[in-house]
């Protein structure tokens, strides 16, 4: 039902989201304002175009993949920008991946709403946006198997679930505009807090004398087992084709990591909620940027318990 799609944002994870697009057979359109990664997709034969609202022109649905929100609303807003059309809109659905705020998700989704098509496309006459950050990281990314969790309206989820699959393997609704990206820096608080809690857990066992690979062995068959200790492993020489053993280059970066907490602890204040655990969190990943390993894989944080010691 899309036969062009828009794609925004070509880095880690984006040009990799796109190529899968590619792969499944879509029509791709494409824009980055870095010249060289437009550059790689233009000599495999990809339209490439100049501006966001270019790319609006030229397709029926565009999905976005950009650092933070200020970059969204800029490619949604701004003078170049997407929804900056002036006879109406040709996209009948607009997708952002990005991990943002919700308030910004929930604002974009109104005025998108509000906005009038450019004659009537996919049997409905107003434009339609998702909020649908992903989980996964750059592997997921290149295999199309990431998680999804989208937020917008029902139909609209439907009518783009064809696209989402193309992408990725679990595609989560959860409910109204801004829910998935409420959704993601949940998940990505509960990532950071359990990240923290087997550091500083490992970094305790080594000083008291007992080995990393044997904690490791006991937390992954007892009641401390999670995604940090058997799967994205922080110590070094624990796990193989982790970050913590390519000294923790790749993978997903610190300073990411400290922009999405303070997205939870700013979402915390709006809605009064009590987020203690977030507001410690971020301090611990702000300081290790500051250490500077802002674009070290956040396991990273493991090194940390011992900056300042002789290890
Ligand atoms: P990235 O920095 O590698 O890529 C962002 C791309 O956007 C870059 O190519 C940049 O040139 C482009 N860009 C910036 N401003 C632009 C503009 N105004 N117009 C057009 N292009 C512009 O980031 P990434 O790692 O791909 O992450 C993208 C988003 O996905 C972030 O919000 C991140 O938090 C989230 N995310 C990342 C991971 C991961 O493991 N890297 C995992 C899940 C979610």
């Not at 705020?101 to 006459?125: F, V, Y």
């Not at 700013?266 to 987020?275: D, F, H, L, P, R």
Request: include cysteine.
């Amino acid at each position: 039902q899309f036969q062009a799609v828009g794609f925004i944002g070509l880095g880690n994870m984006g040009s990799r989201m796109a190529n899968n697009l590619i792969k499944a057979g879509y029509n791709v359109v494409v824009h980055d304002v870095n010249h060289d990664v437009m550059k790689k997709f233009s000599d495999k034969g990809i339209l490439t175009k100049n501006s966001p609202l270019e790319v609006a022109e030229a397709s029926d649905a565009v999905i976005t993949m950009l650092p933070s929100s200020a970059h969204v609303i800029d490619v949604y807003t701004g003078p170049r920008g997407m929804l900056n059309s002036g006879n109406g809109l040709r996209p009948w659905l607009f997708i952002d991946s990005s991990t943002i705020d919700p308030q910004t998700s929930r604002k974009l989704s109104a005025t998108i709403s509000n906005s009038n098509l450019n004659g009537e496309r996919g049997g409905c006459d107003t434009p339609a946006m998702l909020d649908a950050p992903v989980s996964g990281g750059v592997l997921s990314a290149e295999t199309g198997s990431l998680t999804f969790m989208v937020g917008g309206s029902e139909e609209a989820y439907r009518s783009a679930k064809p696209l989402f699959l193309s992408m990725g393997k679990n595609i989560i609704y959860c409910g109204g505009p801004g829910n998935g990206s409420s959704a993601k820096i949940c998940n990505n608080l509960a990532m950071a807090v359990s990240m923290l809690g087997v550091s500083e857990a490992f970094a305790l066992g080594q000083s008291l004398g007992v080995a990393a690979t044997t904690l490791t062995k006991i937390f992954n068959s007892s009641s401390a087992r999670c995604w940090s200790s058997d799967t994205y492993n922080p110590v070094p020489g624990v796990m193989d084709a982790v970050p913590a053993s390519r000294n923790y280059d790749g993978g997903f970066a610190t300073k990411l990591m400290a922009k999405d907490l303070k997205l939870a602890a700013e979402s915390g204040k709006e809605v009064e909620a009590k987020t203690p655990m977030t507001f410690v969190a971020e301090e611990i990943f702000r300081e290790v940027c500051k250490e500077g390993h802002g674009t070290r894989d956040f396991s990273c944080v493991f090194r940390h318990y011992f900056s300042g010691k002789d290890e």
